[in-house]
């Protein structure tokens, strides 16, 4: 059996990130992905805020402050928002080529929800742009990286990591890993709502008795191609893109948040994204338009995209401190050696919506601030005994194969046909009452009896898309129903969230809710900013 100082699930920024610095700090530590390696994710769309060309971060924090809505932990805020500069040198450092103004300066930009001009990218060069840093970071300090490498089950003793159990479907076995720490760091579960791809990471904390935090908190994403899982970056706007009807008629993004954006799309009769008068910045764009002509067939450069918003942001996650130490119960309590970045962990930097440019900015942030710390941790740690790990093997092997075990069924359910059930069940309620969410949940709870005896093609592991497909439906099912779950419980409409039965704010949900996977709902504080005080105090 296979022992790891620092084991990381995931393969984005946030995910590379942590793998370099836990290997900085001189941990054994090994990076494991779900799928393929080199996907960056979502988290480059709305490119990375930081106040380059302002005197201090005071502005960014309280942007980011009244974009949440009051609901960040504003001690985080402060601190994220203060090292913003530091992650784009670092990137700079490392190779990424941000796009410079007349003085050899990174071009800022206004995005939605910012006061003064502070969001750079690469244009489409972004993503892969950080994929490349990082994983160049990961080589240099040693980090080994597997690819299709499928997480089961989080061992524990009293809620200290032991190791995991996971699928090797390269090798095509059960495998059981010892580790002392354990980051996870992948997706959100976002996919639920379109592509199916869900953070198998955090559902495997979750059943294992972490109560998730924020979960009724999402955002759309504006620039979707109807029709499609195409999301195209929001910088598109800022270098004279523009939204309108297709009558012509102009759809307003001036000043206003993104929320304001993704609603006034939402409400147009045929919204279309114009980017054929974008002059000199389209060049920084060109991969981007090569790629939707090979998806879409349109020419972006001669036409115009039809739009339709699409969920792309889960907010809710796994609770963690500033360290990225997921916390159980209150902030004074850990579960022992398990931390979460990125799209996976609720930071408390978005708080009820997220700021452009924020969303790369927190996977960099936790991702880093996990990697540290959990390096430094393990240094005086000891490996547990590996006794859980060999039941838990053989546990998830008796599991396996009674999916795999048809027997005298007549009548097989498959996959696809459990994902759009989930899907149609999401689509159809479109508002939120106490109605219309204990609706969805009835009709959860039976889609997800459902997906409980869903039928297995292929019995090999080896490459087993099928089985990667079935874990990743049943994940989005309970990450789903916690969402509703928790939605329920806030009795009012604040920042993405909104209720129509309560449609006014109330200071009495100024808190976050938990809720875990037998349903109990909890709450955990706002964290103020340093010595107790309100960096920004809730209006």
Known sequence: MEAWDVIVIGDGPAALHAAAEAAKSGASTLMMSSTGLGAPGMAALDGLSASLQ??????HREDTIRCGAFLCDQDLVAETTAGAIKQVDLLE??????????????????????????????GSATATGLQQIGEEQCMRHGVIRRGDQVPLT??????????????????????????????????????????????????????????????????????????????????????GATLHEASGAAIETDGQSMLDITASISAAVQPVLDARNMGQSAAWWGSLFRLVQQRTGIDMNRQTLPLEPTVGHTIGGLPVDGNGRCVVGSWARWFTGLYAAGDAACTGLHGAAPLSGNRLLDALTSGTAAGQHAGEWVAGRKFSTASGLEAAIEEAEADISAMTDVGDATHVVRCGTVMTNLQAALASTSTFTADTMNGLLSKLEQIAITAESLHLDQHSLIANTNLLEVLRVQAAIRMVTASVQSGLAREESRGSFQREDFPDTSDEFLYHITVDREGTLGTLAIKKGAGGHWVLPPQ
Do not use: W, Y
């Open 93 to 122: 450092r490392r190779g990424l080529n941000f796009r410079r103004d007349q003085q050899g300066l990174p071009i800022v930009r206004k995005g939605a929800g910012h006061q003064q001009p502070r969001t750079t990218d690469a």
């Open 54 to 59: 302002e005197a201090n971060n005071r502005s």
């Open 154 to 239: 989080l061992v524990h003793t009293k809620q200290s990591v032991d190791g995991l159990v996971a699928i090797d479907m390269v090798n095509g076995r059960i495998i059981g890993l010892q580790c002392k720490a354990l980051i996870i760091a992948d997706e959100g579960f976002e996919g639920a709502f379109h592509t199916g791809v869900v953070g198998l990471g955090m559902d495997m904390a979750f059943r294992a008795g972490v109560g998730l935090r924020d979960m009724e908190f999402m955002t759309h994403h504006p620039l979707t191609v109807k029709g499609t899982n195409v999301f195209l970056p929001t910088g598109l706007m800022l270098d």
